[in-house]
């Protein structure tokens, strides 16, 4: 059964750093692409990064780059998003997709290509 774990959210003062993690059960993540999203409160889910299934190919949303890095563990079957210099607009659920088709993740970075989902975790910046 394909699970998506996602941890490493909390909260952080801005200008603070996280790490979160999407670990992957009952397949194998290398073969997928794989997309960050997030909702704040009242907001749409929007994406945030996302990385091709052959881990070349990399999007980041405008409002993140510069600040978030989106990279790959295939060993640990485990996709990471670096997040640095927080915003309190940076505020919301986390959340880590999965999809095994060849998605040009410089324009498929959103919720609708993506079918199998984690849980979520809360990332919250406020001093």
């Known amino acids: 059964q394909l699970q998506l774990v996602e941890s490493g959210g909390g909260l952080v003062q801005p200008g603070g750093s996280l790490r979160l993690s999407c670990a992957a059960s009952?397949?194998?993540?290398?073969?997928?692409?794989i997309g960050w999203f997030r909702q704040a409160p009242g907001k749409e889910r929007e994406g945030v990064s996302c990385i091709a299934s052959s881990g070349g190919s990399t999007n980041y949303a405008d409002s993140v780059k510069g600040r978030f890095t989106i990279s790959r563990d295939n060993a640990k079957n485990t996709v990471y998003l670096q997040m640095n210099s927080l915003k309190p607009e940076d505020t919301a659920v986390y959340y880590c997709?999965?999809?095994?088709?060849?998605?040009?993740?410089?324009?498929?970075?959103?919720?609708?290509?993506?079918?199998?989902w984690g849980q979520g975790t809360q990332v919250t910046v406020s001093s």
């Open positions: 009952g397949f194998t993540l290398d073969y997928y692409a």
């Open positions: 997709a999965a999809d095994p088709r060849l998605l040009v993740v410089q324009t498929m970075c959103a919720p609708f290509f993506f079918g199998s």
